[in-house]
């Protein structure tokens, strides 16, 4: 913190949102671009975690979960896909913008810690990437989310659990029905993965119908696991 701190005196950070000076410890994200964020907050889907208009009094599934098999038993997420956020995740993502990953950190560890129980967790791991992709990207943005998520919760991180098997188009322009169809068989469990009886948070940095996180859960259950919870920094729009 102090050697940021110094830095920040000689080369003072730009928020991504205003691009005004950050007045932030850390990250890149003033105070006045983050009071515009959109979180998650009730009520949503107790299953998925999709948010949703109106007022429930009750324990609420939404469609999506009562119409496809679930095999992850809880999911959330800490913002919607949208604004400043979209934009940054965006970046994050796809253009190496990895000055804002101890931002969406903050984000996945607040939604974490307020919305899961972090005691009964045993392990971490993240959504992989085909070897393929992984090499063109230069990296995994949901290792990486795993990673710094992991040391907050003081949980080990098992980045070698999962694999994907098969190159896949992007899901961004699918419907749900077509993401199923896109990603079968597209995961399976790496030898040697200790799964038994372990309840597993598996992150990823959006979820929107759903269906990604899904088959990595069965993969796991398949595996072992005893349990998967979800947990990403954002959640977009779904559609049928």
Not at 124 to 144: E, F
Not at 185 to 212: E, P
């Amino acid at each position: 913190m102090l050697k940021l701190s110094a830095l920040d005196l000689v080369y003072p950070r730009s928020c991504f949102g205003c691009g005004l000076t950050c007045n932030q410890d850390e990250g890149f994200l003033c105070w006045e671009c983050l009071a515009e964020v959109i979180f998650v907050k009730p009520p949503f889907c107790s299953l998925c975690g999709d948010p949703i208009s109106g007022k429930i009094d009750h324990a609420y599934v939404c469609y999506f979960c009562t119409s496809l098999p679930r095999f992850f038993d809880k999911a959330r997420s800490s913002i919607l896909y949208d604004g400043i956020l979209r934009k940054a995740l965006q970046a994050f993502k796809y253009q190496a913008g990895l000055w804002l990953y101890h931002d969406l950190v903050s984000l996945i560890y607040a939604c974490t810690t307020a919305q899961l129980n972090v005691d009964r967790i045993d392990m971490v791991t993240c959504v992989p990437l085909h070897a393929r992709r992984r090499r063109k990207r230069g990296y995994n943005q949901s290792y990486l989310l795993a990673k710094g998520l992991s040391s907050k919760i003081d949980k080990p991180l098992k980045k070698n659990l999962l694999k994907r098997i098969r190159s896949t188009k992007s899901q961004t322009d699918l419907t749900a029905r077509e993401r199923i169809t896109n990603l079968e068989a597209a995961f399976k469990a790496k030898k040697g993965a200790c799964v038994k009886d372990q309840h597993i948070l598996l992150v990823d940095d959006i979820m929107t119908t759903g269906v990604t996180v899904n088959e990595c859960a069965r993969t796991l259950k398949e595996a072992g696991a005893s349990e998967v919870s979800v947990v990403t920094v954002a959640r977009g729009s779904q559609r049928f």
